[in-house]
């Protein structure tokens, strides 16, 4: 909800500290679609929406960086942020927002690879509501 997508699905493998895929959407075929666009890309950042690529910013070193030239880059980035808007967010620095998900240390509640943390009483939460 707090990304504010009305559709479509962002992908991204820059998730501080551990990098591992992050997915956040409005629908499971959209966040299984971008998912596996950006495995097939080597990792990076993607935005879809209805099975189709609107957006894809390829970091094939590590899934964090990028080999292509500096222009080429700053283009596909334009591209993404276009296209995070045209999802329905209306964050600042939205790519930042959704690294920082995975960075277990940052108050309230974040993801790891042990599964969802409570990083103020540091204590595991059950993502399955009763």
Do not use: Y
């Not at 334009?78 to 940052?106: D, H, N, R």
């Amino acid at each position: 909800k707090g990304f504010g997508f009305t559709k479509g699905a962002v992908a991204s493998t820059v998730a501080h500290d551990s990098h591992n895929l992050l997915i956040v959407g409005t629908n499971e075929d959209d966040m299984a679609f971008a998912g596996n666009e950006l495995i097939k890309a080597g990792g990076g950042m993607i935005a879809v929406a209805n099975g189709k690529i609107l957006a894809l910013v390829e970091l094939p070193v590590a899934g964090l960086l990028s080999d292509e030239p500096v222009e080429v880059v700053q283009k596909k980035v334009e591209k993404l942020e276009q296209a995070w808007k045209a999802l329905g967010c209306k964050l600042v620095s939205p790519f930042m927002t959704m690294a920082l998900l995975g960075l277990p240390v940052i108050p309230e509640l974040r993801l790891s690879n042990r599964g969802l943390v409570d990083a103020i009483h540091f204590t595991f939460v059950d993502v399955v509501a009763e």
